[in-house]
């Protein structure tokens, strides 16, 4: 498709603010006002459409297609990603660690249990941790509280949670994600320290980097995209 206008503009209204393309507002793609709840995610979407070139290009809109999902999905159905994320809980990759005498343990130990740890203090959890692969379920008590957590959390954060919980398969790395200061990097570098470690012996392949470089930066924007919401 080509570029089919000039000024791409942002204004703040009764509701939040909004994007708009030669003074015409953007809707989202289910057809719904797109009004977002900062002037700083405003500006990220108005950014996406100036960007563009004299094709549109509708992979260069990471942050127009979060902003849709929020309003158009979770917003109208917020239990069916809560009870997603807590299928993360339940099978969190930090909580699944190799055989104690293996290097790969220590590895684990020093990288995902201040993670897991932070976690627990902060949401007054407990988690189990299981060496091997079988599944061990985390305790009612737990989950009530996680539940709770996250119901609490508005549309635009749960969508950005769903997106980090997701790529790293550990809602203890997504919620990590959303504290203050947070480092993305370290976060990314965490979730694929199996995939790292594989890596390291065995070697890399150019076609899984370069799917994981893509992971990382929808990762990454996630990241923003809670920030600016």
Known sequence: ???????????????????????????????????????????????????????????????????????????????????????????????????????????????????????????????????GILHRPQTEETLAKLRSRLEALDAFTLTALEQTTSLAASLCIGLEALEDGADGEALWDAANLEEDWQADLWGRDEEAEERRAKRKGDFLAAIRFARAA
């Not at 000024?7 to 009764?14: F, P």
């Not at 290009?57 to 997603?84: C, Q």
């Not at 099978?91 to 684990?108: H, I, K, M, S, W």
């Open 1 to 131: 498709m080509k570029r089919f206008y000039k000024e791409v503009t942002t204004a703040s209204t009764e509701l939040g603010w909004t994007v708009s393309l030669d003074g015409r507002p953007i809707k989202t793609q289910g057809g719904q006002p797109q009004v977002v709840p900062s002037e700083d995610l405003a500006e990220m979407l108005a950014a996406e459409w100036r960007e563009q070139g004299e094709e549109i290009d509708p992979s260069a809109f990471r942050y127009r297609d979060m902003t849709d999902y929020a309003l158009d999905v979770i917003a109208r159905d917020k239990d069916a990603v809560v009870e997603k994320l807590l299928g993360y809980a339940e099978t969190d990759t930090l909580c699944y660690r190799a055989n104690p005498e293996e290097a790969l343990y220590r590895r684990q130990q020093e990288v995902w249990e201040p993670i897991v740890a932070g976690m627990e203090a902060r949401e007054g959890v407990a988690l189990h941790r299981i060496s």
